[in-house]
Structure formats: C-alpha cells, structure tokens
C-alpha cells in the first residue's frame, strides 16, 4: 500500500537517486544523517562506489514531485562490505550519508528488536517506484546469523528502505535497513540496528 508522504514516520523515508546507476531507498536519523543500504552506492558498470557528489536525496517523493532535496557530500560505507561479495559480507551493507541540506522531517531513532514482533518495511520499490509502499502487517523471524530476517514483500529500489517498528507510546523506530529480498516470495534480509548504531558511533560529527 501506498504511504502518504506528508505525514511521519513516512516523510523521513528517503528516496536515494544516483543517475544512471540506482534507485535506492534512506531514512533521516538526523538533520543531516540518513542510512541506506551500502549497495546502493555501488556501481558494478564503472567498478568502483560512485562519488558522493552524484548522490542526491529526496524526501516527500510522489510521483515526481517532492518536499525537499539534498545533495551528499560524503559517505561512510561499513569497512567490511565488499561490493564484488556481497551475499558473504551483507551483514554490513549499510551506510551513512551525509547531507549538505538539513530535510524537514523527523529523524527517526533507531531500536533493537526480537523475533515475532510486528514490523514495517517501507521503500520505494522498483515495481512502484512512484510512490512510497509500505507493508505493515509482516513480523521479524528467527535467524541464525547477525542479519534480521523479515516476512515484508519489497523489491528492488526499497534496498536502504527502514524496518519499522512502532512503540506502545506511538513512536516509530528503525529495527534494521533492508538490504535484500527474496525473488519468488515474500520475506527479505535486513542490517539490524546494532551494526547501524556503529556505523553512527564510528562517524565524525
């Protein structure tokens, strides 16, 4: 289904553009902070992660019109994804990007989460990349590795789309970043909010 942009927690999902390499999806944990999925920023045509420079980021995005627009300045990607083995080292797909134009919306915190508790994925996914989908009604399955397993449908472009989930209080918070789906059923592989924690820890102001 389809989100209504103006409102939070959706106005702080973020849609990722790089010309000519990806679609992505981000979410605003600060002013000037938003994280997406590290293999976003990969460009397997050109063989290396593109420069920040032809990043852009938009926030409020419905069918081609949006709220507000940043350019990105810089990045920090985790040091141990690697691009050319990216199944082996998905539990690192993740990073930050740092915005040259504060967006307005509410930065969302982030939390950590256990099996069986209802989430929400949000993205602007490939088969309706006009307009930002969420799917509200999946939950967080057992896994054995250090990546959360989820039952959410996306597809590709929700890749950096925030795992949600909404406290007793009403507040939502980021449980993990989505960095892969599966290809013939719901369900998908996000980066948890641990490792998202570090990469905001290992960050220089």
């Known amino acids: 289904m389809a989100a209504d942009v103006t409102q939070p927690p959706w106005n702080a999902v973020l849609r990722v553009q790089i010309p000519g390499v990806a679609v992505c999806t981000a979410v605003l944990v600060a002013p000037r902070l938003a994280l997406t999925a590290a293999h976003c920023l990969y460009s397997a045509r050109l063989g290396h992660f593109v420069p920040p420079s032809a990043v852009h980021v938009l926030n409020g995005y419905a069918s081609g019109d949006f709220t507000g627009h940043s350019l990105v300045p810089s990045y920090r990607v985790l040091p141990d994804y ?19 134009t504060p967006l307005i919306a ?6 950590d989460a256990r099996p069986g508790q209802t989430v929400t994925l949000a993205g602007y996914s490939q088969d309706r990349a006009q307009r930002l989908q969420i799917d509200p009604t999946c939950h967080l399955l057992p896994s054995p590795g250090p990546l959360l397993a989820h039952s959410c449908t996306g597809t590709k472009g929700g890749s950096g789309g925030p795992l949600l989930r909404q406290a007793d209080d009403g507040q939502w918070q980021v449980v993990g970043l989505q960095s892969a789906s599966n290809t013939r059923a719901a369900g998908g592989l996000a980066v948890p909010a641990a490792t998202l924690r570090a990469l905001l820890a290992a960050t220089t102001p």
């Open 106 to 111: 509410v930065p969302l915190p982030l939390l």
């Open 82 to 100: 690697n691009p050319l083995a990216p199944d082996a080292t998905r539990p690192g797909d993740a990073a930050l990007l740092r915005l040259a």
